[in-house]
C-alpha cells in the first residue's frame, strides 16, 4: 500500500468519525458539512434527504423528534468494522458497521453504506445509506426503524 492511499483511507475515516461526533454533540451543521452539495442521506425503510440544506433539515428534525423520546442525555454511536475501497475516478466507497449506545444500553445497530468524494482536498460523504438491523424494544430513539429481517451483507 502507498502512502497516499493510505493518507485518503485515514481522511475517510475522519470523515466518517467526525459525521458521527456532529451528530452525538447535536452539531448538525457541522454533520451536514461531512457531506458534498448534492449529496444524498438515506435511512432505510425510514426517511431520504437531497442536497446539505435538505439534510441539515432533517437531522435536525429527527434529532428533535429523538430527544422528545429520549430519557436521558447519552448517545455514543461506535464505529466498529470497516472497509474502504478507493476507485480509480478519484472516489471511494466504505461500509462500516455501527453501534448506538444510549440511556439504555445498545439501542440499536446497523451500516452504513457510503460513497464519497474529495472536495478540495477534504473527504465528504456522497451518498450515504443507513441500514438499522437491530433496535432495542427500549429504544431512546424511536424515530428510527429497524429493517425487519435485514442480515448483513
Known amino acids: 500500500m502507498k502512502i497516499d492511499e493510505l493518507l485518503d483511507r485515514e481522511g475517510i475515516r475522519e470523515t466518517l ?3 458521527n461526533l456532529a451528530g452525538d454533540r447535536g452539531q448538525i451543521d457541522e454533520l451536514a458539512g461531512c457531506f458534498v452539495e ?3 442521506l438515506e435511512v432505510e425503510g425510514a426517511w ?14 429527527t434529532a428533535v423528534a429523538a430527544s422528545a423520546s429520549r430519557r436521558g442525555p447519552l448517545m455514543r ?25 444510549s440511556e439504555i444500553g445498545p439501542d440499536h445497530a446497523g451500516r452504513y453504506i457510503d460513497r464519497l468524494r474529495r472536495v478540495d482536498g ?5 451518498h450515504r445509506r443507513v441500514v438499522v438491523e437491530w433496535q432495542s424494544p427500549d429504544t431512546a430513539y424511536p424515530v428510527l426503524q429497524a429493517a425487519p429481517g435485514r442480515g448483513p451483507s
Request: proline content about 0%.
Open 17 to 19: 468519525a467526525r459525521y
Open 38 to 40: 448534492d449529496a444524498v
Open 48 to 61: 431520504r434527504a437531497h442536497g446539505r440544506e435538505e439534510i441539515r433539515r432533517q437531522t435536525g428534525a
Open 122 to 126: 477534504r473527504w465528504q460523504i456522497e
Open 77 to 101: 454511536h461506535h464505529l466498529t468494522t470497516q472497509g474502504i475501497e478507493l476507485d480509480r475516478e478519484g472516489g471511494a466507497r466504505a461500509w462500516s458497521y455501527f453501534l448506538v449506545v
